[in-house]
């Protein structure tokens, strides 16, 4: 079963192509990076797999129908995106901003019940924001608005969660915590996670999967044992990469 599936697909940005017939299949349980080089077009791939940019060519697919034939709140209880940095225009509690994941769930009009505020307060808890409820968002330090953002995202619970560099701000413990629960939770209940990571060795221990970016807009994916090697790595990021093997896991190092 394909919860996510990319046919044919090309993106253009600034001249550039992205991709010139990309063929990609998300299936339950799977846990994808994408990586690539600063400007690669890691964001904008993201952005176009969650509809809100529309591709040069080819066709995208959420559970096996077409992505625009879905509506924006049918799309939202079955595909999330995590995008680099949040902004709090208007002012907020920490609790109030984790039930903007259940919007999606809720009818027209329909405010949050006793099981929405459950919901988020268990989110809450899960990044380590229990007792911020009543917080201000405009009160919260960088990293800390990063794990309330995750905790809407956990709150909203789609089976497809796109993430635009979700470590952004996390210091290395929450780094670690919060990818290994959104990796099994997100194996737990059949869905998959596409994340875009500039660390590789976070993309060889959370991920199965990887797509990589390369300068010249061309696209390699599949198992991420096979792909991150080192010679790959470094084509990647124009740099020379070792990788290192110790307490069984791999590592790669710039030389």
Same mark, same amino acid.
């Given at each position: 079963m394909s919860l996510l599936a990319?046919?044919g697909? #090309?993106?253009? %940005?600034?001249?550039? &192509?992205? @991709?010139g017939d990309?063929?990609?299949?998300?299936t339950p349980?799977?846990?994808?990076? +994408?990586?690539?080089a600063?400007g690669?077009g890691?964001?904008?791939?993201?952005y176009?797999l969650? @509809?809100?940019r529309? *591709?040069?060519a080819g066709?995208?697919?959420?559970?096996?129908?077409?992505? &625009?034939?879905w509506s &924006?709140?049918? %799309?939202a209880?079955?595909?999330?995106i995590?995008?680099?940095?949040?902004?709090d225009?208007f *002012?907020?509690? !920490?609790?109030?901003?984790?039930? %903007?994941g259940r919007?999606p769930?809720?009818?027209p009009?329909q405010?949050e019940? *006793?099981?929405?505020?459950r919901r988020a307060?268990?989110?809450?808890?899960e +990044?380590?924001?229990?007792?911020f409820?009543q917080?201000?968002?405009?009160t919260?330090s960088?990293g800390?608005r990063?794990?309330?953002?995750?905790?809407?995202l956990? !709150?909203?619970? *789609?089976? !497809?969660?796109?993430?635009?560099e979700?470590t952004?701000?996390l210091?290395l413990?929450?780094q670690?915590r919060?990818l290994g629960?959104?990796?099994?939770?997100?194996?737990? #209940?059949g869905?998959a996670l +596409?994340?875009?990571?500039h660390d590789?060795n976070l993309?060889?221990r959370f991920?199965d999967?990887?797509?990589?970016?390369?300068?010249d807009?061309?696209?390699?994916h599949g198992p991420?044992?096979?792909l991150l090697?080192?010679?790959?790595l470094?084509?990647?990021?124009h740099h020379p %990469?070792?990788? +290192?093997?110790?307490?069984?896991?791999r590592?790669f190092l710039?030389a």
């Open positions: 990319a046919h697909l #090309r993106v253009d %940005i600034g001249g550039k &192509r992205i @991709g990309l063929e990609l299949t998300v349980g799977e846990s994808w990076a +994408v990586l690539g600063n690669a890691k964001t904008t791939l993201l176009t969650a @509809g809100l529309s *591709p040069a066709t995208i697919l959420l559970e096996g129908h077409p992505l &625009r034939s &924006r709140r049918a %799309i209880r079955r595909l999330g995590l995008l680099q940095d949040s902004d225009p *002012p907020a509690t !920490v609790l109030e901003t984790a039930l %903007i919007h769930h809720l009818g009009w405010w019940g *006793p099981e929405d505020t307060r268990d989110a809450l808890a +990044v380590e924001l229990d007792g409820e917080r201000g968002v405009d919260l960088g800390e990063r794990r309330l953002a995750l905790a809407a956990l !709150v909203q619970d *789609p089976k !497809v969660a796109l993430l635009d979700p952004n701000h210091d413990h929450h670690i919060l629960k959104l990796h099994d939770h997100a194996r737990a #209940r869905g +596409v994340m875009a990571l590789v993309a060889a991920c999967h990887a797509l990589m970016i390369f300068a807009g061309e696209i390699l991420a044992d096979q090697r080192a010679d790959y470094t084509c990647l990021y %990469i070792e990788e +290192v093997v110790g307490n069984g896991q590592a710039p």
